[in-house]
């Protein structure tokens, strides 16, 4: 996979234009010396050192293969189920449960992945751990909050664990003549997912006028929305000759991810408004926790999964 020529490109493309993003904050930081531009300054410093430590991890998991690119999400979804549990209303009758959540259900999920099981992945807790939890929860007697405490759980799994594990799972496809075609394929994702993130933050910083939803997230425009995804649509489309889909087709899945990125970022920005924080965590400078920085992959990496499998016929 190393020596792979157009996955080589594309992460050079991506080093590159950190690079770019590098010089012109360090020209930024040089002009605007007032003391009204240095909280902007120092965020957009602290944004691109940590898209800096992301980009080196995620490459290198990348270039090791399979192997690395499992464990490295394995991580992060349990890193977010920490998150979301920590901001939910759970009592000593869940101890158990997270248990199994954390320790026996988030490791056996990724393990199937890297064992490339598909019937197992993929049902493995939208079915077995969907039934299990509340039973398990059930048999210790505590009933005040059951449904609340159990949809938590339910929801947890799903959002950290499976949907980002999708991710990964798209390792497990085959690219007909091209061993390396299932991880350009992710990166792809990556790239035009987080990308569209960006790009909408800069689009609607610089036009921002409309907002769309200013009770769920007050930040987010109409101007920003459609100049992010239009963006974002057109460098999923100049990508094409890394995947094994047409430009048009690439467009499509481009603009497709976007719409479900944009969405699942609506959708954790509900769930933090509900528990009255603003960041999931702390744990990325200038990015707030795992969940902040992948709450659009858990939306896009599913439907990206199951539309290049099945529409694209890469099983």
């Keep these: 996979m190393m020596s792979d020529r157009e996955l080589g490109w594309m992460i050079g493309a991506v080093i590159g234009v950190l690079v770019i993003a590098s010089i012109v904050t360090w020209m930024l930081s040089q002009r605007l010396t007032e003391e009204?531009?240095?909280?902007?300054?120092?965020?957009?410093?602290?944004?691109?050192?940590a898209w800096w430590g992301m980009i080196l991890i995620f490459g290198a998991s990348v270039l090791t293969g399979g192997t690395g690119t499992v464990i490295l999400f394995?991580?992060?979804?349990?890193?977010?189920?920490r998150e979301f549990v920590t901001l939910s209303?759970?009592?000593?009758?869940?101890?158990?449960?997270?248990?199994?959540?954390?320790?026996?259900?988030?490791?056996l999920q990724y393990y199937f992945i890297w064992d490339q099981w598909y019937g197992m992945y993929t049902i493995l807790i939208p079915v077995y751990a969907f039934l299990l939890l509340p039973a398990r929860s059930a048999l210790v007697g505590e009933t005040e909050h059951f449904l609340q405490r159990t949809a938590i759980t339910q929801w947890a799994?799903?959002?950290?664990?499976?949907?980002?594990?999708?991710?990964?799972?798209?390792?497990?496809?085959?690219?007909?003549?091209d061993t390396a075609g299932p991880a350009k394929l992710l990166l792809f994702l990556v790239i035009v997912v987080q990308g569209s993130d960006v790009l909408q933050y800069t689009w609607g910083k610089l036009l921002g006028r409309h907002k769309i939803s200013p009770r769920v997230s007050p930040n987010k425009t109409w101007e920003g929305f459609i100049g992010g995804i239009a963006s974002a649509t057109l460098i999923?489309?100049?990508?094409?000759?890394?995947?094994?889909?047409?430009?048009?087709?690439?467009?499509?899945?481009?603009?497709?991810?976007?719409?479900?990125?944009?969405l699942g970022g609506l959708v954790m920005s509900s769930i933090k408004r509900d528990r009255g924080v603003k960041d999931?965590?702390?744990?990325?400078?200038?990015?707030?926790?795992?969940?902040?920085?992948?709450?659009?992959?858990?939306?896009?990496?599913?439907?990206?999964?199951h539309l290049a499998r099945y529409y694209f016929d890469l099983a």
Aim: aromatic share 14%; net charge positive.
């Design 89 to 107: 209303p759970t009592t000593r009758g869940d101890h158990r449960v997270l248990i199994w959540m954390f320790y026996i259900i988030t490791p």
């Design 36 to 49: 009204r531009h240095r909280d902007l300054i120092g965020n957009l410093v602290a944004r691109v050192k």
């Design 280 to 305: 999931f965590g702390h744990t990325i400078a200038g990015h707030g926790g795992i969940l902040d920085r992948v709450d659009s992959l858990i939306f896009a990496a599913p439907i990206f999964f």
């Design 236 to 262: 999923g489309t100049a990508l094409w000759w890394a995947t094994p889909f047409n430009p048009w087709q690439a467009a499509t899945m481009a603009l497709i991810v976007c719409l479900m990125g944009f």
């Design 157 to 177: 799994l799903m959002i950290c664990v499976y949907c980002l594990s999708m991710a990964p799972a798209i390792l497990t496809l085959n690219v007909e003549g």
């Design 74 to 81: 394995c991580v992060l979804s349990f890193f977010a189920l």
